[in-house]
């Protein structure tokens, strides 16, 4: 970018046009005059000539007949009598600015010359009264256009000034313009509006940068346990040697899979979770929700055979990818089951939903008769490394991932996870999937990240029974 100075750019600009118009009108004026000249003078030779016709039956001497035609100054006359002497001047044949000479003979032989005084040069003096006004216009011009310019480049300067201040640490100082629809107001309203979303911007990389490092600090608290097992365990085994009892062998053998297991499925949640972070490519096919969430619940009644575990609703079918959103279900179907402990009652419902201007949406819902989840903490559980309940947690190896996981491929197909309140008078957890119908797939979806708005959902229009 070329920075050179703006001021003296205007200032030069408009002294060049300036000074084109003050030469163009200089040209003009200049012509006209001339043309308007060569006409005066030649109607003025016209009524000399006639003047002199008239004058040849008086009989006037040469003297009186030159003193009679010479009169007015803007002609000059040359009469030769019979006898060849002449009065007057000779014409100047190379006077190209003025009417041709006009030459009357007499009959006695009396020839008279009437011709322009080419030496009185009036659009001469006109010229050089034209240079002189338009050098003096054009220095006035100048210097008006300097203090003009420098009174309008003002608010330039004073963003300029601003940036500096802000630049030294300044930052919440604006132009905050007083008329924002004019090119100046337009131009400072644009300028607050970038300092704004700077300093936004700015914010939200450092809140960004917290998150992250507490997301570090926590996933390698959470890795220190199991990883301190397997330790323990190694060393225990290390320094009893074959002095351990079989069945005390057999104890820390479980022990360290069971660590093992859970350290090794805490890192594959965080590869999982930085995948979607990073968007992930999904094998998109026709899904069946219903049929999804029938092999889901066939699944869950094998693992736990005391539950009840229902599945209603209508046959809806979207476009994702199989065994991402089977995993988004399993997950909810995992947290349902540890909720209810054993015994209780589980329902799937799968629909669709009216989202307004976003659309209709394809839902399911799973619904529990467990504790639930407290109102404040609806969207909290959603965050990585939260748990509820870490007693439970820890008994079954949760490690706060799953949530996240499961609503960042919701997500990335274009939906959402919500954690909802249970209809009136009902215990347990309400968990409501959203996917959008084929129809509304030519829409652009956007990667899930932490600070991604999630859709603006409404209630479900149908509750699981408790």
């Not at 998109?284 to 539950?307: F, G, I, Q, S, W």
Request: contains cysteine.
């Amino acid at each position: 970018m070329r920075s050179g100075s703006l001021r003296l750019r205007v200032t030069l600009a408009v002294i060049g046009v300036l000074a084109v118009v003050i030469l163009a009108l200089a040209v003009v004026v200049d012509a006209l005059f001339g043309q308007q000249t060569v006409q005066d003078q030649a109607n003025v030779l016209r009524d000399r000539v006639q003047l002199a016709r008239q004058l040849e039956g008086k009989r006037l001497t040469t003297e009186l007949l030159y003193e009679r035609l010479s009169s007015g100054g803007l002609l000059l006359v040359r009469i030769t009598d019979p006898s060849g002497q002449a009065r007057g001047p000779k014409p100047d044949n190379r006077a190209a600015e003025t009417p041709a000479p006009q030459t009357l003979t007499y009959r006695n032989g009396t020839r008279i010359t009437i011709f322009a005084d080419a030496e009185s040069k009036p659009q001469a003096r006109l010229r050089r009264l034209l240079v002189i006004v338009s050098l003096v216009t054009l220095a006035v011009g100048a210097l008006v256009v300097v203090l003009t310019v420098r009174f309008a480049v003002g608010p330039l300067e004073a963003m300029g000034r601003l940036a500096r201040s802000i630049a030294n640490g300044n930052r919440g100082r604006r132009l905050a313009p007083d008329r924002r629809n004019t090119d100046i107001g337009r131009t400072a309203a644009a300028f607050d509006d970038m300092l704004d979303a700077l300093e936004g911007a700015e914010a939200q990389a450092r809140g960004s940068e917290e998150r992250t490092r507490q997301f570090v600090a926590d996933a390698a608290h959470e890795l220190r346990t199991p990883i301190a097992g397997v330790q323990a365990v190694a060393e225990s085994v290390l320094q009893q040697g074959a002095d351990v009892e079989p069945e005390e062998r057999e104890r820390m053998m479980l022990l360290l899979v069971r660590e093992s297991r859970r350290a090794g499925r805490l890192v594959d949640d965080l590869v999982a979770l930085a995948r979607i972070e990073a968007g992930i490519d999904l094998q998109r096919k026709p899904v069946d929700l219903h049929a999804l969430a029938e092999a889901e619940a066939d699944r869950t009644r094998v693992l736990a055979p005391e539950l009840t575990v229902q599945v209603s609703g209508t046959q809806v079918t979207v476009q994702g990818d199989p065994h991402r959103l089977a995993q988004v279900l399993a997950n909810l179907m995992n947290n349902a089951r540890q909720a209810v402990q054993g015994t209780g009652r589980i329902t799937v419902t799968v629909g669709t939903a009216d989202l307004g201007a976003h659309g209709r949406f394809a839902e399911l819902i799973v619904a529990d008769d467990g504790p639930g989840v407290p109102p404040a903490e609806r969207e909290r559980i959603f965050d990585r490394l939260v748990r509820l309940d870490e007693s439970r947690a820890g008994r079954s190896g949760g490690s706060g991932l799953g949530l996240p996981i499961a609503r960042g491929i919701c997500r990335v197909h274009g939906g959402d996870l919500r954690c909802e309140a249970p209809a009136p008078g009902q215990p347990g957890a309400v968990f409501r999937i959203l996917l959008p119908l084929p129809a509304a797939l030519d829409a652009p979806t956007v990667a899930f990240a932490p600070a991604t708005t999630p859709l603006a959902v409404p209630p479900p229009v149908v509750r699981p029974p408790a």
